[in-house]
């Protein structure tokens, strides 16, 4: 008797194939139609590829900067914080050693 369902397995499909997500020279067509209409629309709004590069750099810079000060703040209220905490924790520790 047959197997009702027969198991089939789905075609492999080769490295290419998976590392591009299908047929190499389809993806290669659909990016390059993207690209243009990108690319379009960009120019019609006048948006310069270097502005875009540009603002990306300008954007980790300012984001490490502005990081940078973060943990300077963070160091300044631990300091702030430690001055009173401190000095409560070590009486409370004195007073329970006794």
Not at 41 to 57: K, N, Y
Request: charged letters at 20%; zero cysteines.
């Amino acid at each position: 008797m047959s197997d009702p369902y027969p198991s089939q397995t789905p075609p492999r499909r080769s490295a290419l194939e998976r590392f591009f997500g299908g047929s190499p020279g389809g993806v290669v067509v659909r990016l390059v139609l993207l690209s243009l209409v990108v690319g379009f629309l960009m120019s019609l709004f006048g948006v310069d590829p270097q502005d875009i590069i540009r603002g990306a750099v300008d954007l980790v810079r300012d984001a490490m900067r502005d990081g940078f000060g973060v943990f300077r703040s963070l160091g300044a209220y631990i300091v702030t914080g430690a001055v009173l905490v401190v000095p409560i924790w070590l009486v409370i520790r004195l007073a329970k050693a006794r």
